[in-house]
């Protein structure tokens, strides 16, 4: 495994980390329903770990908390070995209170999910969206108070637009508060929307870009060439096979360069992203422990350029 710096902090991470959105086997009311037993997630995790991955994704909401239950459990005894993230905005009850980036819920939530997490500091902890309701210098106050207190280590956001993240790098400037160190995005051959305006500035502020959907949900394993296999997640999802038809030609030269090269389109797709400027870490999903393994197989060599502009051309922006 490698490890590179977290944007600009010292905060090191493994270029392939793990999401625990799927983890889970209750149904919440708010948010998908679990994939993974707690048992098998517990494995994954524990393979993981194994594997030189140090760096965990979660989030408040995912299985309605069982996920953050689920992580806590597996890294019990190894806690000072792994890079927790979690997040929270996202909707956790009925009330008006209970969703955003309020100081109120804030402090709520990070109470919970350190209760659920079993431990008492998240490394990193990620505006799950904006909150367009609170003033942005409330939630930025709330997350400095978070971090004085030693209850989370670094902040950071996800699914900010350019122009909210700017304006929350300079809010934090002026006032002295501690600044995001990342942003979590959608990033992969399939989805490129963020080299528009996200990567430059990442890029310009020295920010690690976490990225989230590197597999296009799996579909750049090339496992929908034939329909989607029993089990997969386009089994459930059918917009995932209308989406690997529409980049038919991409999924094809992938397939061919990953049969020239000796590795698995999986792996190439996780190289190819991994190596884009300002990418720390890339979080892949994974539903069984042999999908894991093959994806930390995507660490550790370069693709050759010739491959790399092959990519670029066919899966244009
Ligand atoms: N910040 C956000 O808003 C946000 C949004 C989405 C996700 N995330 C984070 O990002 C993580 C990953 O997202 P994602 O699940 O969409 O990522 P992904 O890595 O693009 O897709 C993962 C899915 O692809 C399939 N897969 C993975 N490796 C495979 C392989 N080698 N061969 C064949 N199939 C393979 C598995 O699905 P099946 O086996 O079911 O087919 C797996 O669950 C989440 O867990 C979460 O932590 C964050």
Redesign the pocket.
């Known amino acids: 495994m490698e490890y590179v710096r977290l944007g600009n902090s010292g905060l090191k991470v493994s270029r392939i980390s793990l999401?625990?959105?799927?983890f889970g086997s209750s149904s919440p009311a708010y948010g998908k329903p679990g994939?993974v037993s707690p048992d098998e997630s517990v494995r994954i995790i524990e393979r993981a770990i194994d594997l030189g991955i140090n760096f965990i994704?979660?989030a408040n909401r995912y299985t309605g908390g069982e996920a953050e239950e689920i992580l806590g459990k597996a890294i019990k005894g190894r806690r000072a070995d792994v890079v927790v993230a979690t997040?929270v905005r996202g909707r956790m009850g009925l009330g008006p209170n209970d969703e955003g980036l309020s100081r109120a819920h804030i402090m709520r939530e990070v109470e919970n999910s350190l209760r659920r997490l079993n431990t008492d500091y998240i490394d990193l902890y990620q505006a799950?969206?904006v909150d367009w309701d609170t003033p942005l210098e409330e939630t930025l106050r709330a997350f400095d108070d978070l971090v004085s207190q030693g209850k989370v280590r670094y902040i950071g956001c996800?699914?900010f637009p350019a122009w909210v993240l700017t304006k929350s790098l300079w809010m934090s400037d002026i006032n002295h508060f501690v600044k995001f160190i990342s942003i979590?995005s959608?990033y992969?051959l399939i989805n490129r929307e963020v080299e528009k305006e996200i990567q430059p500035l990442c890029v310009d502020q020295g920010m690690g870009m976490i990225l989230?959907?590197?597999?296009?949900?799996?579909l750049l394993?090339g496992?929908y060439e034939n329909g989607a296999p029993e089990?997969?997640?386009?089994a459930v999802e059918p917009h995932l096979l209308k989406i690997a038809n529409h980049f038919d030609d991409g999924l094809r030269v992938l397939k061919e360069i990953s049969l020239e090269i000796g590795k698995?389109p999986?792996q190439v797709a996780l190289n190819w992203v991994i190596h884009r400027l300002a990418v720390s870490s890339a979080?892949?999903?994974?539903?069984?422990t042999d999908?894991l393994e093959?994806?930390v197989g995507a660490v550790g060599w370069k693709l050759p350029q010739e491959g790399i502009q092959r990519l670029d051309e066919v899966f244009a922006r």
């Open positions: 999401g625990c959105w799927i994939k994704d979660t997040k799950h969206s996800s699914n979590q959608v992969s989230y959907s590197p597999l296009g949900g799996g394993s496992k089990g997969s997640r386009g698995t999986a979080i892949v999903g994974a539903s069984r999908q093959e994806n």
